[in-house]
């Protein structure tokens, strides 16, 4: 399979414990994303990387939560000391930015995480 | 803020007939609109998009209409088959450098045999 490949599939931790998600975006896509998306909800936007940059970064995302995408290829997304209300789907999507309206993404199969 | 509203929340079709979901969005810098299919547990899959110089996509039983000036874009499947059940979402992109997507709420189709 040479789509978006996340780890772990699943996680459970109890609160306060830290967690760390990996993804894989498809080769030469220049663009990563992350999404969170709770039961019955569509994914929301959490940040994203061009390259190995970090753009831009939600509201949604508090000093808790930092992502990583340091040699341009894989990225990670670290939450630190885990609220039951971070409990969610861990989407990430990749994409080739070729110019502006040029941008389909993908997404990965995601990262289930309960907190307990 | 950005906003993208998604109805009908369930649609149920019997076997055969179309489907259409809609969705309106608010930020008139969205230039691209996907629709991404989900089956329970699984990844978001895109099933077509359209970018905004275009008013209408086509792809064989599905089809994605646009409409900028009402700021409106909706997606059409007929012929439904039972695989066709899935949570329907639509997305419109913020616009500018980011190209974030903004989803919709999702559309729960079921498709009776």
């Known amino acids: 399979d040479t789509g978006v490949s996340q780890d772990p599939r699943h996680k459970i931790t109890k609160r306060g414990q830290n967690v760390t998600f990996r993804c894989d975006p498809i080769s030469e896509h220049n663009r990563l994303y992350w999404y969170r998306q709770t039961l019955g909800q569509g994914p929301e936007f959490l940040t994203y990387f061009q390259n190995e940059a970090q753009l831009e970064k939600s509201r949604l995302l508090s000093d808790r939560f930092s992502a990583e995408r340091p040699k341009g290829s894989f990225s990670t997304l670290e939450i630190q000391r885990t609220e039951q209300g971070d409990s969610a789907m861990y989407l990430c999507?990749?994409?080739?930015?070729?110019?502006?309206?040029?941008?389909?993404?993908?997404f990965g199969p995601g990262t289930r995480l309960l907190v307990l | 803020g950005e906003n993208v509203e998604q109805h009908p929340s369930t649609l149920s079709v019997q076997e055969g007939d179309s489907a259409v979901i809609k969705c309106t969005y608010s930020d008139s810098a969205s230039n691209y609109f996907p629709w991404y299919k989900q089956e329970l547990g699984k990844r978001p899959q895109l099933i077509i998009d359209?970018?905004?110089?275009?008013g209408e996509k086509k792809d064989q039983r599905i089809a994605v209409t646009l409409n900028k000036t009402a700021k409106h874009f909706s997606l059409h499947i007929t012929e439904t088959q039972p695989e066709d059940s899935a949570v329907y979402f639509c997305a419109a992109s913020s616009g500018g450098a980011t190209n974030k997507l903004i989803f919709g709420t999702g559309t729960l189709l079921a498709v009776q045999p």
């Open positions: 359209i970018r905004s110089n275009v």
């Open positions: 999507a990749s994409s080739y930015r070729l110019a502006v309206n040029q941008e389909t993404q993908y």
